[in-house]
């Protein structure tokens, strides 16, 4: 089975601009979990989407946002990029989202905010 | 909510000698608990899990892990380490549906 995969690998953006980065999970998969890596704060999550529903939410502000496709992809979109956006966001899938299932982590997507 | 503290952010180790990294975690209520490795410019890698039941879990390539829930710990250990051991290592407790991480251990394995 091929691993999750991210879209873009790599990503540079402006302040002020938006993002869009794409997450295609396992195939079977139906949910999808985000997570922002940064240096200074870590590993945080972001929010999980099961069957097109977004199941659980961080402490993130509104302009993060996330959907899931009837294929269980999921895409997140940051708005108006601030520089502290500048991370690594991770994807994970599991076949039904519970902590019990391992979580399968993508590559990430490197975004750096001028 | 839940918090993770991973005490050391770095560890240097000889190849072939022993090492633990450290983990606590802030609640002793039923928690699953996991330890991920990440290698430069790849995502995070289960490398064992405690759900329930033996205290002492293990994973294939000679990790092992206990969980301590009087002492709400759940360090890492491997008795002799290589070279390719070499990568971040984070400890993660479940809270409500989503993993909380520490911040992650260095482990430089040096020749």
């Known amino acids: 089975k091929a691993g999750v995969t991210q879209t873009p690998r790599y990503l540079i953006k402006t302040r002020g601009q938006q993002v869009t980065l794409s997450c295609s999970p396992i195939?079977?998969?139906?949910?999808v979990s985000w997570y922002q890596q940064t240096p200074g704060q870590g590993l945080q999550f972001l929010f999980e989407y099961f069957s097109e529903t977004q199941r659980n939410k961080g402490n993130f502000p509104g302009r993060f946002s996330g959907r899931q496709f009837s294929n269980s992809r999921s895409e997140m979109n940051v708005s108006t990029l601030e520089l502290g956006d500048s991370a690594l966001y991770l994807c994970?899938?599991?076949?039904?989202?519970?902590?019990?299932?391992?979580?399968?982590f993508g590559p990430g997507t490197r975004l750096l905010v001028l | 909510a839940q918090s993770v503290t991973q005490l050391d952010s770095q560890v240097p180790v000889f190849e072939e000698a022993p090492v633990e990294l450290r983990c606590n975690y802030s609640s002793s209520v039923s928690v699953y608990l996991f330890w991920y490795v990440q290698y430069p410019n790849q995502g995070l890698q289960l490398l064992l899990k405690?759900?329930?039941?033996?205290?002492l879990v293990k994973s294939i390539n000679g990790f092992e892990a206990e969980f301590n829930k009087s002492q709400t710990s759940f360090h890492l250990r491997k008795p002799s380490v290589h070279i390719s051991d070499t990568a971040e290592y984070f400890c993660?407790?479940?809270?409500?549906?989503?993993?909380?991480f520490g911040q992650g251990t260095t482990l430089q394995v040096k020749p």
């Open positions: 405690y759900l329930s039941g033996s205290t």
């Open positions: 195939s079977g998969h139906r949910s």
């Open positions: 994970a899938s599991s076949p039904g989202g519970s902590l019990q299932e391992t979580q399968y």
């Open positions: 993660a407790v479940s809270d409500r549906g989503k993993l909380i």
